[in-house]
């Protein structure tokens, strides 16, 4: 007897405090785009902003749109509104204010499967909310593929906001949008303090943050070079006895925000190094596939690994 085939329904999520931009960008998506190209579209709005949308005219496109409260996210609700409506996409427009397992921890429709997530950040209220709603705040940045900040100026802080944001997220692709809704990629390259077109680079201690965002950004250009940097030993449970990542604690977005950052190394005297040693690493660089960043990223072959002193400062900072 054969098994039912479950389809997958694709769900695309859009997170964001109120006046972030979500509304306007699934309006735009939604209408001008026509991105759903008729299928039937189930829209979840879990909050209601200053935009609206027009419903009426999004039926006549097949969308249809359903408001939740909190006590509507549950897993019956959501059967039902599958069932009533039979989408063959789903669209989120996350309420800023939930954190993300309101969602992640009920059981959604079968096939309902999670195929992009984009953040939206209104540029002159981003430094207040990670002040002040920091831990909503880094959920919302670390969990998106996408972060888009909005309404940017001439005083939008962007390259200390990328290298936050890429230390916590190294996935993200991250885009400036401007008063006039111009959006810009940010991919433009920072001025490298060491030189790449030598074969071996010598990477002074405070220049391994920069390292770290650039090689995340670019790896093709690093494969193939020797690397000589002095770092902290870190050995997660679940590594082979040949792994370790030698990294550093890098403040991400603010005072309170320490992450380790670091890239998988292999070498064979790996199970003999102890957490938060400092080493001094000369490695080879390469490139393999990261599962929990569906993509290729930064891995390192280490020929040799020296006990050293630690690094002067042993912070790292990216502003």
């Known amino acids: 007897m054969k098994k039912d085939v479950v389809k997958e329904i694709p769900v695309y999520m859009f997170l964001g405090f109120l006046e972030s931009g979500k509304t306007t960008f699934a309006n735009e998506t939604l209408i001008e785009r026509g991105f759903t190209e008729g299928d039937p579209t189930l829209l979840l709005a879990c909050e209601e902003g200053i935009e609206e949308y027009d419903e009426d005219y999004l039926r006549s496109k097949n969308i249809f749109v359903e408001y939740l409260d909190e006590e509507d996210v549950n897993t019956d609700h959501l059967l039902d509104l599958q069932a009533k409506y039979n989408p063959t996409r789903v669209m989120i427009e996350y309420n800023g204010m939930w954190m993300m397992d309101k969602l992640f921890g009920i059981r959604v429709p079968k096939g309902w499967t999670i195929v992009q997530v984009i953040t939206f950040v ?9 002040a002040n709603m920091k831990s909503i705040m880094m959920e919302q940045l670390a969990t998106a593929d996408m972060i888009v900040f909005n309404r940017c100026d001439e005083n939008t802080k962007r390259a200390e906001y990328r290298k936050g944001i890429k230390a916590i997220n190294r996935r993200a692709q991250v885009i400036f949008e401007n008063q006039d809704g111009i959006a810009q990629v940010d991919d433009e390259e920072f001025e490298l303090p060491y030189d790449m077109t030598k074969d071996l680079i010598e990477l002074s201690e405070e220049d391994f943050g920069i390292w770290y965002i650039d090689s995340c950004d670019n790896p093709d250009k690093y494969v193939g070079k020797q690397i000589v940097f002095k770092a902290m030993v870190h050995r997660p449970s679940a590594y082979a006895s040949n792994e370790f990542v ?74």
């Open 122 to 130: 209104n540029a002159s209220t981003y430094d207040v909310y990670m």
């Open 246 to 319: 030698p990294g550093r604690f890098a403040m991400t977005c603010c005072a309170d925000d320490i992450a380790f950052i670091g890239f998988k190394c292999y070498y064979e005297g790996a199970k003999n190094l102890k957490d938060r040693q400092w080493v001094m690493v000369t490695a080879t660089i390469g490139k393999e596939y990261y599962p929990e960043f569906e993509g290729e990223g930064p891995v390192l072959k280490a020929t040799k690994v020296a006990m050293t002193s630690p690094a002067s400062e042993e912070l790292v900072y990216f502003n």
